[in-house]
């Protein structure tokens, strides 16, 4: 089974570029290099694959969840906004948020 959903790009701090994903229960650990998606010769976006690990890190326990995040990294397509999403805060302020693709699976070891 798959899930598949889009999510905001949380920072880690306000001005960096360090991607918080910790949680509750866990933490994601980037695995690997990131991987090229290409179209028609032309690098369109990036594919990064992560594992949830139980716990706090550095010392959490590697669970069998892995997620793949995917984000455009085209010029021309994030420049059109097919990268962003707009949305209003509470506040009536509007905000403009970067978004990924996400899929989590269960794999087993």
């Known amino acids: 089974m798959e899930w598949y959903f889009f999510c905001p790009r949380d920072k880690k701090y306000a001005n960096g570029s360090r991607t918080n994903r910790s949680t509750p229960f866990g933490f994601w650990k980037s695995t690997g290099k990131d991987r090229t998606i290409v179209l028609n010769t032309r690098i369109v976006g990036m594919k990064k694959t992560l ?17 793949y995040e995917y984000r455009m990294e085209d010029s021309e397509l994030d420049v ?13 302020s509007v905000t403009e948020l970067s978004i990924c693709c996400c899929c989590i699976i269960k794999v087993s070891i």
């Open 51 to 67: 594992i949830f690990h139980e716990g706090k890190a550095p010392r959490g326990d590697r669970t069998d969840w892995v997620m």
């Open 80 to 92: 059109a906004g097919f990268s962003k999403v707009i949305m209003m805060t509470p506040f009536f």
